[in-house]
């Protein structure tokens, strides 16, 4: 029932104008920075680690724009998923290399983890006619993974793919010409990882960017999306040339060096909540 009233709030808020879900996106951020305290002390550990210049009070202030951006993007998919589609193509501007994603050729598409991820994923399914696909982990509670793959599906003809569909599958797709929107910057575990500098820190990384640009034949093509006073901003950036290597481990410390600097013209807008550095290299202690 309380998944049900959620998925009622979210439609409503759907209507509402974009200031009005910002504020109560604001609210709902300042409430969890001071209720969920896990979390923040997570929040705050990645940005020590990774600002070290920074002084606690920055650091503070750095965290708590992270919760209020983070909340008010989980509020907007009130309106990416259940708003006009009139309104979803007003508040989504797509900028930059847009043609790099035009015609048949195969991309990968690195969309890194910033708070606007869905509202990327909405803006290039709704505005391009290519078939967009990305790979989707199945939430625990039923109603919310229904909820949310529908919201995923929208527009256009997405495809999203399981964890248990594999990568011949997913590959297959790549280079009959579907983009892959690829989310590799967060710690998946050390099994399929490598650990290369993340701002200075030996993190655990999955290969598997230049992975499947290598099996599909495909261009990295970046897209970082910013949230906005009208929405949020879609920049699609011109493909990596000599991307992939025949070296992954370079490749992947590669993606990680220039994933900082699209962090660094916006850090309170990325994934700082989540455990970037939980695995750690055998013998260095533990931050979390």
Known sequence: MLSRFGILVMHLLGRLPLAWVRALGCGLGWTLYFLALPRRRVAQTNLR???????????????????????QAWLDRGWLWHGTPEVTRRRLTLTGAVSELHGSEPVVIFAPHFVGLDAGWTALTQQLPRQFTTIYTNQANKILDAWILAGRRRFGSARLFGRVDGVKTIVAALRSGDPLYLLPDMNFGVEDSIFVPFYGISAATVPSLARFAKLGRAKVVPVV????????????????????????????????????????????????????????????????
């Not at 600002?51 to 750095?62: H, N, S």
């Not at 901003?233 to 070296?247: K, L, Q």
């Not at 916006?266 to 260095?284: A, E, L, S, T």
């Open 49 to 71: 680690l990774c600002f070290p210049d920074q002084t606690a009070t920055q650091i503070r202030l750095l965290a708590r724009r992270t919760f209020v951006h983070f909340a």
């Open 225 to 288: 999306t910013r949230m906005t006073h009208q929405g949020y901003e879609v920049e699609v950036m011109p493909a990596w040339p000599g991307f992939p290597s025949d070296d992954a481990l370079a490749d992947t410390a590669l993606m990680n060096q220039r994933l900082q600097s699209y962090i660094d013209s916006m850090p309170d807008q990325y994934f700082w909540v989540h455990k970037r550095f939980k695995d750690r290299p055998p013998g260095i202690p533990a931050v979390y």
